[in-house]
């Protein structure tokens, strides 16, 4: 069964850092556009970033410009996140997605997702 798997998450003091990462199969996912998405409790899933296929195209959302990267590592079937400068707002579970529609910023455009991680932000 076809499954992506985050990781990296955990409790971060407000202005340091976390990376996270997302473990995919590399003959499955290697051409997909791949995306990080958080959701705060209550709250609708929101797009953070994507990257295309080859990596040479990013998208972000506003929030996370100037403070998060998205990058990938195809030959390891690896996703990531680097997050800097964290803020209490960053709080949510973190998931990673995988989809057709190049540079895709809304949860329709992927079609597989992992199980999230647990970033919290305190002050």
């Known amino acids: 069964q076809v499954q992506l798997v985050e990781s990296g998450g955990g409790l971060v003091q407000a202005g340091g850092s976390l990376r996270l990462s997302c473990v995919f199969s590399?003959?499955?996912?290697?051409?997909?556009?791949m995306g990080w998405f958080r959701q705060a409790p209550g709250k609708e899933r929101m797009f953070v970033a994507a990257?295309?296929?080859?990596?040479?195209?990013?998208n972000y959302a506003d929030s996370a410009k100037g403070r998060f990267t998205i990058s990938r590592d195809n030959a390891k079937g690896t996703l990531y996140l680097q997050m800097n400068n964290l803020k209490l707002e960053d709080t949510a579970v973190y998931y990673c997605?995988?989809?057709?529609?190049?540079?895709?910023?809304?949860?329709?455009?992927?079609?597989?997702w992992g199980q999230g991680t647990q970033v919290t932000v305190s002050s």
């Open positions: 990257i295309s296929w080859i990596g040479s195209i990013t």
């Open positions: 997605a995988a989809g057709r529609v190049l540079g895709g910023i809304r949860t329709d455009a992927y079609d597989y």
């Open positions: 590399r003959d499955t996912f290697t051409r997909y556009t």
